[in-house]
């Protein structure tokens, strides 16, 4: 049996060498870990985007309840009128219930914009939460892929480091030239 050159063995302890060195730096899970964190920036994004949406929203919320507490004591005071008998000419009593009238539609289609309001603010909390969710996931799953790196870390450097010492036992065989 032939025994190697040890320039041979040299070459292929530094090409075993260069392979754990690719290996390492080509982890599947960096490119896990570096979506995760472009996902998380545009999860804070569309958080932003969403408060602020959200802030618009409930600001429209606000002034239609003050519309609508409006509508109603206008309704409240046309029907107070209409029935506490101080009105008796039939043609002003008409007026009245025709004010009446239009006042409650007024309130009516009020409450009903309200209602739609509440329900975009509903749904925009809901994504908001969704998003606060899935960031917290993608913090666990960093964690996660973090860990798995630094033992895939510790694994190579460890097989580097036999490569190494196992190098050094090679090299003083080798000739200078």
């Known amino acids: 049996m032939a025994v190697e050159h040890p320039v041979r063995t040299l070459q292929a302890l530094d090409s075993e ?5 690719a290996e390492r730096t080509g982890l599947p899970e960096r490119a896990q870990l570096r979506d995760g964190l472009a996902e998380i920036e545009r999860l804070a994004a569309a958080r932003e985007e969403a408060g602020g949406k959200l802030a618009i929203v409930k600001a429209e919320e606000a002034d239609l309840e003050k519309e609508v507490a ?9 029907d107070r009128n209409l029935y506490s008998g101080e009105v008796t000419s039939p043609k002003e009593l008409e007026a009245l219930q025709a ?7 007024t309130r009516d289609e ?3 914009r309200e209602l739609a309001l509440m329900e975009q603010v509903e749904a925009i909390e809901g994504e908001i939460e969704g998003m606060g969710t899935r960031t917290t996931e993608l913090h666990a799953e960093g964690e996660s892929l973090q860990a798995r790196i630094a033992a895939e870390e ?6 580097l480091a036999r490569l190494a010492e196992r190098r050094e036992g090679v090299t003083p065989d080798v000739p200078e030239d």
Do not use: P, T, W, Y
């Open 110 to 112: 009020l409450e009903e």
């Open 17 to 21: 060498a260069d392979a754990l060195q």
């Open 70 to 78: 409006e509508a109603a004591a206008r309704v409240s005071s046309v």
């Open 99 to 105: 004010e009446l009238a239009l006042c409650q539609g």
């Open 154 to 159: 510790e694994r190579i450097d460890a097989e």
